[in-house]
T-cell receptor, first 114, second 113 residues
Framework: DAGVTQSPTHLIKTRGQQVTLRCSPK?????VSWYQQALGQGPQFIFQ???????QRGNFPDRFSGHQFPNYSSELNVNALLLGDSALYLC?????????????FGPGTRLTVL | GENVEQHPSTLSVQEGDSAVIKCTYS??????FPWYKQELGKRPQLIID?????GEKKDQRIAVTLNKTAKHFSLHITETQPADSAVYFC????????????FGTGTRLTVIP
């Protein structure tokens, strides 16, 4: 049973560029949440996708956008990169079932903006 | 929105001693409280969680307690081992609102052999 996977592992971009990160949820999961983890900080919620729609959004600008595909995988897009966007980007998957709360995290994508 | 505070930021204990990490939350609607362990360069891994209808939960050497009235919850690790050394994060969420997690700032636990 494959866990949550993310690609790429590492990415280096320059200011102003755009980036796309990818996430495949754990088998049987239909909900994907994205988090940004700055160095030495706890993860911060960016947004959550369910049924191919953004269901919830944290306090992040519109430069951050996402998508969920019919197979439940998801992408995170960041436009007009800033130095402050350098962080570990984590996705977490879960199910929408009423009795299941657990979110399982992927290994993350380390984004460095120069 | 929800605000989760976590203390201490660093904690050093001797092997075999107990470690306690405490968190407070602000939103009384929060009803799910997981704890994650994150080793350097690795993903956060769920170690234990508790729901608001339960006051305490234990899994071998790890236990979590929840005080809904005071809006705080704690992680207790007994008989610590060097392998317990990592950063621990508490989190809170509201299941009816999509269950997005609000994390504390983390506690770096060092177990000294």
């Amino acid at each position: 049973d494959a866990g949550v996977t993310q690609s790429p592992t590492h990415l280096i971009k320059t200011r102003g560029q755009q980036v796309t990160l990818r996430c495949s949820p754990k088998s049987g999961h239909d909900t994907v949440s994205w988090y940004q983890q700055a160095l030495g900080q706890g993860p911060q919620f960016i947004f959550q996708y369910y049924e191919e729609e953004e269901r919830q959004r944290g306090n992040f600008p519109d430069r951050f956008s996402g998508h969920q595909f019919p197979n439940y995988s998801s992408e995170l897009n960041v436009n007009a990169l800033l130095l402050g966007d350098s962080a570990l980007y984590l996705c977490a998957s879960s199910t929408s079932g009423s009795t299941v709360d657990t979110q399982y995290f992927g290994p993350g994508t380390r984004l460095t903006v120069l | 929105g929800e605000n989760v505070e976590q203390h201490p930021s660093t904690l050093s204990v001797q092997e075999g001693d107990s470690a306690v990490i405490k968190c407070t939350y602000s939103d009384s609607a929060s009803n799910y409280f997981p704890w994650y362990k994150q080793e350097l360069g690795k993903r956060p891994q769920l170690i234990i969680d508790i729901r608001s209808n339960v006051g305490e939960k234990k899994d071998q050497r790890i236990a979590v307690t929840l005080n809904k009235t005071a809006k705080h919850f704690s992680l207790h690790i007994t008989e610590t081992q060097p392998a317990d050394s990592a950063v621990y994060f508490c989190a809170a969420s509201i299941r009816s609102s999509g269950n997005n997690l609000f994390f504390g700032t983390g506690t770096r636990l060092t177990v000294i052999p």
